[in-house]
T-cell receptor, first 112, second 114 residues
Framework: EPEVTQTPSHQVTQMGQEVILRCVPI?????FYWYRQILGQKVEFLVS????????KSEIFDDQFSVERPDGSNFTLKIRSTKLEDSAMYFC??????????FGDGTRLSIL | GENVEQHPSTLSVQEGDSAVIKCTYS??????FPWYKQELGKGPQLIID?????GEKKDQRIAVTLNKTAKHFSLHITETQPEDSAVYFC?????????????FGSGTQLTVLP
C-alpha cells in the first residue's frame, strides 16, 4: 500500500538554525498538509497546500515557517531561526480528491 | 475547525473484550467521520471512516456507527488484542467534507491488558 514517507526520522538542530523537513506524499495525491505534535499535546494543523500554493494555514504557521514543493515528488517544511518551543513531532499528510488524509510517521525535531 | 468531544479519555479493557469510544460533534453539516489510530512513535493512521449517508460500517473487528440525529459517532473494537493498544482520534475535517484540515482532540488512550 502506498505510504507517505518523511525524512529524517529525527533531526537535532541548534537554536537559531534553519531546518528543512522533507516529505514524499503518495504519488497521485494533490493535497498536502503539515501538522505538529508537541510532546504530550494534541496534533495541531499547520498548513495545507494545493496547486502549488498554500490553501490554509493556522496561527502557528507564521513567517518563521514556509513550505515548498520543489519538484514533482517532495513537499518540504522549512523552519527559520528555530526556537526551543519548535521541538515537536512534525507530520506530513496527503490526500487525493475527496479521500481521507494519509499521514507519514513524522520527523522528531529536537532544538537544543 | 469542528468542535468535537471524545469520551472516554482513557480506556482499559481485558484482551478479548470489546471497546467503544464515542465522539460528539456540533456541526450538523458534517458529512464525513474518520477514526485514526496512533501508535507510539508513529503517525496517525486511518482505520475506518463513514459518510453521513450510512449509519454503520464494519471492517473485521472494527466498526463505526453514526447517529446523525444525536450528532455522535462511535468506534467499536471487538475481540480486542494487545496490538489494539494506541491512542484513537476522531478528527473531523473543517467544512464537513474530507477535504479540509483535520482538527484533533486529545484522543482516547486504549490499553488492552493481556
Amino acid at each position: 500500500e502506498p505510504e507517505v514517507t518523511q525524512t529524517p526520522s529525527h533531526q537535532v538542530t541548534q537554536m537559531g538554525q534553519e531546518v528543512i523537513l522533507r516529505c514524499v506524499p503518495i504519488s497521485n495525491h494533490l493535497y498536502f498538509y503539515w501538522y505538529r505534535q508537541i510532546l504530550g499535546q494534541k496534533v495541531e494543523f499547520l498548513v495545507s497546500f494545493y496547486n502549488n500554493e498554500i490553501s490554509e494555514k493556522s496561527e502557528i504557521f507564521d513567517d518563521q515557517f514556509s513550505v515548498e514543493r520543489p519538484d514533482g515528488s517532495n513537499f518540504t517544511l522549512k523552519i527559520r531561526s528555530t526556537k526551543l518551543e519548535d521541538s515537536a513531532m512534525y507530520f506530513c499528510a496527503s490526500r487525493d480528491g475527496n479521500q481521507p488524509q494519509h499521514f507519514g510517521d513524522g520527523t522528531r525535531l529536537s532544538i537544543l | 475547525g469542528e468542535n468535537v468531544e471524545q469520551h472516554p479519555s482513557t480506556l482499559s479493557v481485558q484482551e478479548g473484550d470489546s471497546a467503544v469510544i464515542k465522539c460528539t460533534y456540533s456541526d450538523s453539516a458534517s458529512n464525513y467521520f474518520p477514526w485514526y489510530k496512533q501508535e507510539l512513535g508513529k503517525g496517525p493512521q486511518l482505520i475506518i471512516d463513514i459518510r453521513s449517508n450510512v449509519g454503520e460500517k464494519k471492517d473485521q473487528r472494527i466498526a463505526v456507527t453514526l447517529n446523525k440525529t444525536a450528532k455522535h459517532f462511535s468506534l467499536h473494537i471487538t475481540e480486542t488484542q494487545p496490538e489494539d493498544s494506541a491512542v484513537y482520534f476522531c478528527p473531523l475535517p473543517g467544512g464537513g467534507g474530507s477535504a479540509r484540515q483535520l482538527t484533533f482532540g486529545s484522543g482516547t488512550q486504549l490499553t488492552v491488558l493481556p
